[in-house]
């Protein structure tokens, strides 16, 4: 079996990024009773026979990108799967190991893992390019490289392939974990939990020691479910306490919101309303975060 001298066929068919072909692999098995056509027929080996022929693909390339599974198709006794590929390397690596049965090998691995194959079973294949049987030309990988280019496309893949495919690659994701319930009397900030609890005076000291012309802000969000704080108690406290500044006016919101809502002056209701108003360096100031360097 001779090698391809990919630096000739690069020269003869352009660059590597140019090449594109296909082929057709037909595979069977030399048990009646575990025929691959009948598996991938049946609903509930679909899935597992599809895995079979893509991990197969994967370790005939190296793990290689640059070629797809278009269509499977029925072609009795053998299940047909047509070949794209994109590049020619791995074009080159699925035919160097189709000729030495390293695919076979392969096949008959995850066959006898997936679908539970009793021993000395075996599986058989068939490679097809157009109208070229390439079984007869394996002794000259560089002509059956030539056919496979050759011998282009008809179709799109097949949207039963797409779905398997992104069946597939659901199968090796993480595992979903279940949202994360937080204990009672926590909130989250910054994906951190912190222990909730009613506002204070010091609180009430930090805010408006910080806060700035900002109070008018977070009195905005506050008051959305503050009855204390609606319509223009805002705007009386800022005419009221003018005179005092901004520190004042910030400690007179925070009090009024404190007094009105009683053991519901959360501190978890002023962080959301610090986070609504974009403030997020005054909540980590409230929540005792140092800052970042």
């Known amino acids: 079996m001779d090698?391809?001298?990919?630096?000739?066929?690069?020269?003869?068919?352009?660059?590597?990024?140019?090449?594109?072909?296909?082929?057709?692999?037909?595979?069977?098995?030399?048990s009646p009773a575990h025929n691959l056509l009948s598996l991938y027929k049946d609903e509930q080996g679909k899935f597992s026979v599809f895995k079979v022929i893509k991990l197969t693909l994967i370790d005939s390339v190296g793990g290689l990108e640059g070629h797809e599974i278009l269509k499977l198709h029925d072609a009795d006794p053998f299940l047909g799967v047509e070949l794209k590929f994109m590049a020619m390397l791995p074009c080159q690596r699925f035919l160097e190991s189709y000729a030495c049965g390293s695919l076979a090998q392969f096949l008959s691995q995850h066959a006898s893992r997936l679908l539970t194959l009793p021993d000395g079973v075996v599986m058989e294949t068939q490679l097809k390019a157009g109208i070229h049987t390439l079984d007869q030309?394996?002794?000259?990988?560089?002509?059956?490289?030539?056919?496979?280019?050759?011998?282009?496309p008809v179709h799109l893949r097949d949207d039963e392939v797409s779905q398997l495919e992104q069946q597939l690659q659901n199968s090796f994701g993480p595992p979903s974990q279940p949202p994360q319930e937080l204990p009672r009397n926590c909130f989250l900030f910054q994906k951190r939990v912190f222990d909730d609890r009613p506002l204070t005076s010091a609180d009430q000291q930090r805010f408006a020691a910080h806060v700035g012309r900002d109070w008018k802000r977070v009195g905005r969000a506050l008051q959305k479910h503050c009855r204390a704080l609606?319509?223009?108690?805002?705007?009386?406290?800022?005419?009221?306490?003018?005179?005092?500044?901004?520190?004042?006016?910030?400690?007179?919101?925070?009090?009024?919101?404190?007094?009105?809502?009683?053991?519901?002056?959360?501190?978890?209701?002023?962080?959301?309303?610090?986070?609504?108003?974009?403030?997020t360096s005054m909540a980590e100031i409230m929540l005792g975060i140092q800052p970042r360097d």
């Open 3 to 30: 090698s391809i001298d990919t630096k000739k066929l690069n020269d003869r068919n352009g660059n590597d990024a140019a090449f594109s072909g296909c082929a057709v692999l037909f595979l069977g098995c030399s």
């Open 137 to 152: 030309s394996l002794q000259d990988l560089e002509i059956c490289l030539e056919h496979i280019r050759q011998s282009q």
């Open 230 to 279: 609606k319509g223009p108690a805002i705007d009386n406290l800022a005419y009221e306490y003018e005179r005092e500044g901004l520190y004042e006016q910030a400690y007179q919101l925070l009090g009024r919101f404190i007094q009105s809502e009683g053991r519901s002056a959360k501190l978890s209701r002023l962080i959301s309303a610090l986070e609504e108003t974009k403030l």
